[in-house]
C-alpha cells in the first residue's frame, strides 16, 4: 500500500527550501529553524506521521548534542520535551544518544509517550570516528551486545522501567544507534516478555545485497539466494542445537514489532527489504521452510556459537512494521538516501507493509 502521510495538517510542499539545505553548511544544518521539522506546531499523537517526525528530531538532537550542545535543544524544546539525561560512551565519554521527557503544556494525550531514548548513529570525525567505528565492526561480525554502550542504554532504560509503565518509554536509534536500540529492544521481549515501542532508522543490515547489482540477471539473483537459503537450512540442521535456538528466539520475540525505516537506496539497510519480502513472497511454496530458516539464521552466528561467543546479530527480526521511503535519492549519495534527516520531511511518501512471524513447521 502506498501513502502519503498527513494526519490532517495542512503542508505545502516546498521544493526550492528543501534544495537549500542540501547545500548547507554543517552548523546550519543543525539549526532547527533552518532544516528542521518546522512545520508541525502541533503534534497528533495518533498520527504515525508525526509520532516518526518527533522521534527522528530527538534522535537528530542526540547527534547535535554530541557536537555542538548549544544548537541541541532547539529540536526538543519545539515539541515539549526535556531532556533529563545524557547517555555517553564510558571509553571516550562522548554522547551516544539522550533521555528526553515530554512535558506537554496541557495533559499528556493517551498514545503520547512520557519519554524517549534517542540513540545517535556513527559520527565520522576525529573525536568520534575510532570508537563508532569499532562498534560498526561489532555490528556487522556480532558482539555489539557485549559492548559498553549497550550496557549504558540497558542500564538507563532499566532505571525507567523500575519507577515507569513500558508504555511510557519508546526507544528510537539511528544507523548504529538503531542496532543497538534493536539489541535492547530484543533483550526486554526475549527476558521480561515487555515489547517497547521502538523506532529504527536505516539499522544496518550486515550483508551483501545482490539489489546493488542491476547488470545481473534476475534469475540468477533468485538462484543465487535459493543456494544461500539452503546452505544456510543445511548448516542449522547441521546443529541441531543451533536451530533450535533460533526458532526459540524467534518464536519469543514475535510479538515485538518495532516500525523500521528504510530507504531503498541506502546500501547500508535496504537489505531489509528483501529479508522481509522475500520471505513473504515464500508463504505457500516449497522453499518456505529455506526461507524462514534463512531468516533467523546467520553465517557470522553460527559462528559466534560455536567459539563460544553468543554473538548477536541484531539484525535477524522476526516481525516489525516496514516503512519504504519511495523518494527518488541521488545515487550514490550516502548522505542523503541513509540521513536521520529525511524521516521528518513534509513531504515524504512511505510504502508500509507489516510482517508477524508465523512459525512453521520444518
Known amino acids: 500500500m502506498y501513502i502519503a502521510i498527513s494526519c490532517g495538517h ?39 506521521h508525526d509520532q516518526r517526525v518527533v522521534v ?5 538532537a542526540s547527534y547535535i548534542a554530541a557536537k555542538d550542545r548549544v544548537l541541541a535543544p532547539a529540536w526538543w524544546q519545539h515539541f515539549h520535551f526535556d531532556r533529563i539525561k545524557v547517555l555517553s560512551d564510558d571509553s571516550d565519554d562522548s554522547v551516544i544518544g539522550c533521555i528526553y521527557e515530554f512535558k506537554p503544556p496541557f495533559s499528556r494525550h493517551p498514545s503520547a509517550p512520557r519519554f524517549i531514548v534517542a540513540l545517535r548513529g556513527t559520527i565520522l570525525d576525529v573525536i568520534h570516528g575510532i570508537r563508532d567505528l569499532e562498534l560498526d565492526l561489532r555490528v556487522i561480525f556480532g558482539g555489539i551486545n557485549k559492548s559498553t554502550r549497550c550496557q549504558t542504554v540497558l542500564d ?45 532508522f536505516n539499522p544496518p543490515f550486515p550483508s551483501i545485497s ?25 548448516v542449522s540442521n547441521f546443529m541441531q542445537n543451533q536451530q533450535k535456538k533460533s526458532h526459540e528466539e524467534f518464536l519469543k520475540l514475535a510479538t515485538w514489532t518495532p516500525y ?12 531489509y527489504i528483501r529479508y522481509f519480502e522475500g520471505r513473504k513472497k ?64 513534509q513531504n515524504v511518501s512511505l510504502k508500509f507493509d507489516d510482517h508477524h512471524y508465523q512459525p512453521k513447521k520444518c
Open 56 to 60: 527522528a528530531s530527538l534522535v537528530n
Open 210 to 234: 545482490l539489489d546493488w547489482f542491476p547488470n545481473v540477471d534476475d534469475n540468477l539473483k533468485k538462484g543465487l539466494r535459493i543456494s544461500k537459503a539452503i546452505c544456510k537450512w543445511g
Open 260 to 271: 523500521l525505516f528504510v530507504n531503498p537506496q541506502d546500501p547500508i539497510s535496504t537489505s
Open 10 to 48: 495542512l503542508y505545502s510542499s516546498d521544493v526550492l527550501k528543501e534544495e537549500i539545505v542540501t547545500k548547507m553548511t554543517s552548523h546550519q544544518r543543525d539549526l532547527f529553524k533552518v532544516s528542521g521539522p518546522t512545520y508541525l506546531t502541533s503534534v497528533n499523537w495518533s498520527c504515525p
Open 156 to 200: 538507563a532504560v532499566e532505571k525507567l522501567l523500575l519507577i515507569y509503565k513500558p508504555t511510557d518509554i519508546w526507544l528510537a536509534g539511528h544507523s548504529l544507534g538503531a542496532s543497538i536500540a534493536t539489541v535492547i529492544g530484543k533483550y526486554y521481549a526475549m527476558t521480561k516478555d515487555i515489547n517497547l515501542k521502538t523506532f529504527l
Open 282 to 345: 515464500a508463504e505457500g511454496t516449497i522453499i518456505e521452510c529455506l526461507e524462514q530458516v534463512s531468516t533467523r539464521t546467520s553465517f557470522r552466528g553460527i559462528c559466534g556459537d560455536v567459539l563460544g561467543q553468543g554473538s548477536e546479530m541484531p539484525h535477524l527480526l522476526p516481525s516489525a512494521r516496514l516503512a519504504v521511503n519511495l523518494k527518488k535519492c541521488h545515487i550514490y549519495n550516502l548522505k542523503e538516501s541513509h540521513g536521520i534527516h529525511q524521516w521528518w520531511q
